[in-house]
């Protein structure tokens, strides 16, 4: 796999906000579309159909279902056999910020080769929230969560060949990670437009078209993301020090930037966690 992407993986955090075992007889999601999570399913048992636009696809024992956000899509059942499905609710994303999935072409179904070393996960990812109150099963939700991502994903990319990302598209996986590493060097487009040998207004626009927004609207979300862990893990820094530290040249250009994207303030963001937090 290309580097960069491993390098994007490493740093990627992944989030469950929902995940359970259903048994149904009847289906009937119609127009469905998830706001900002992917939802996966895996189809134990049972039939069903899945149809994404014009086309329909055939769900049967064994297959793994990927929806991203904002897809509109059927799911249901026209026959009366018993399903039991396996279904989780994440995000995977660097500084809650980037979404590194569309960077691997996922299919929207596919079969699942691993199913028994699945389904015993599974069990086990439904074990740790039944211990929800016990520390060593928080840790064990978190582990059991990555080694289902591991589990879906390795045959999803292993299959696709666009994870060996085309060689026009390898400058800016690189820029991609440069920013992702340290969003708060200084970023300049016309030396980014320089480094690959293109018109500043093309890499603006084909970043955007790659990876879902601009590189400076990438680079301020990310040391944004950055300066509210500043603000909450090391209180004695001042918002200053919290600017200086991230290589903004005014305090005052922070704090605006800052106010921006959060709605308030830098103080009154750390005022507002800690007493959310207490």
């Excluded at 078209?209 to 400076?216: R, V």
């Excluded at 090391?234 to 005014?250: G, I, K, N, R, Y």
Aim: proline share 4%.
């Amino acid at each position: 796999m290309n580097q960069y992407l491993i390098k994007l993986l490493q740093q990627a955090e992944l989030n469950v906000s929902e995940f359970a075992i259903h048994t149904r007889r009847e289906m009937n999601f119609r127009d469905r579309a998830f706001s900002s999570e992917y939802m996966m399913s895996y189809h134990k048992t049972g039939t069903a159909k899945l149809r994404i636009g014009d086309a329909v696809y055939e769900i049967v024992p064994g297959s793994v279902i990927f929806i991203p956000p904002h897809l509109i899509h059927d799911q249901y059942k026209d026959t009366d056999d018993e399903a039991v499905i396996l279904w989780w609710h994440f995000t995977y994303k660097v500084e809650r910020v980037l979404d590194v999935l569309p960077l691997f072409q996922i299919p929207y179904i596919y079969q699942l080769k691993q199913k028994e070393r699945f389904e015993t996960v599974f069990e086990q990812l439904m074990e740790s929230r039944r211990n929800a109150s016990s520390l060593p099963a928080a840790i064990l939700q978190k582990a059991k969560s990555l080694e289902l991502l591991y589990l879906l994903f390795d045959e999803a990319i292993g299959q696709r060949a666009a994870a060996d990302t085309a060689a026009s598209q390898q400058s800016f996986l690189g820029i991609l990670c440069q920013i992702v590493q340290q969003p708060e060097k200084p970023l300049s487009l016309t030396e980014m437009a320089q480094q690959l040998h293109l018109n500043t207004a093309y890499v603006s626009s084909r970043f955007k078209e790659l990876y879902g927004m601009s590189p400076i609207g990438l680079q301020r979300r990310l040391r944004i993301e950055k300066a509210k862990a500043l603000l909450l893990t090391d209180l004695d820094m001042s918002v200053t020090q919290v600017a200086e530290a991230l290589h903004f040249s005014e305090v005052t250009n922070f704090t605006r930037l800052f106010k921006k994207y959060t709605g308030m303030a830098p103080i009154q963001y750390r005022r507002f966690m800690q007493e959310t937090i207490t």
